[in-house]
Structures are given as structure tokens and as C-alpha cells.
């Protein structure tokens, strides 16, 4: 079984046991949260497709992690001025074990 879920602005496909890493959740470690924005559920041949939510969808994960992803660096000048400026930014993640899939 396997649903797609929509969550800080993007859509991810998962099915149960899957790990992923998704935008920072407002969560404790070890906590279960709930995504009720799901799009889509497919259990073999039945696939039940939202419109745009299907109704009673819901997946169930526990948070693993909060963490920060790797910095990207930005860069700006101009040339022949003298004029340079670096700025890091690292953007904040939650990490997430999906455990059940209800729905369809």
C-alpha cells in the first residue's frame, strides 16, 4: 500500500516503513504525528485518486530526527569594485518513519 501526501508545499509517494526527510515540523523527537493531506492511495490495483484530498486519508509516521541540511553557500559581488558579500544558510529538516496508511 502506498499513498502520496502533500507537506511543507511538496508531495512525496510512501509507503509503510519508508524514511523520509521532509521541511521542520513542529515536533519532538520520538512524537507520532499525522498527515491528513493526502492526494492519492493505492493498494495494488485499486488506486483511489483525491479531489483534491481523498476523504478519511491519513498516514501516520514518528518523528526520528530535527536536523539542518548542509549549507549552501551564496555568493555576491561586483567586479573591479571591491565589493564582495558571503552569506551560509542552512535549512532546517525533520526526518520521519511512516507507520500507517489509512484511506481509500
Known amino acids: 500500500m502506498y499513498a502520496v501526501i502533500r507537506t511543507g508545499g511538496k508531495q512525496y509517494r510512501v509507503k509503510d516503513g519508508a524514511v523520509l526527510r521532509v521541511e521542520k515540523l513542529d515536533a519532538e523527537e520520538g512524537a507520532t504525528i499525522e498527515f491528513d493531506e493526502?492526494?492519492?492511495v493505492g493498494n495494488g490495483d485499486k488506486i483511489t485518486v483525491g479531489k483534491p484530498l481523498v476523504k478519511g486519508g491519513k498516514?501516520?509516521?514518528?518523528?526520528?530526527?530535527?536536523?539542518?541540511?548542509?549549507?549552501?553557500?551564496?555568493?555576491k559581488f561586483k567586479r573591479r569594485q571591491g565589493?564582495?558579500?558571503n552569506k551560509g544558510h542552512r535549512q532546517a529538516f525533520t526526518r520521519v518513519k511512516v507507520t500507517g496508511i489509512v484511506g481509500g
Open 59 to 75: 498516514v501516520t509516521a514518528t518523528v526520528e530526527e530535527q536536523g539542518r541540511g548542509r549549507k549552501i553557500e551564496v555568493i
Open 83 to 85: 565589493y564582495k558579500r
Open 38 to 40: 493526502v492526494l492519492m
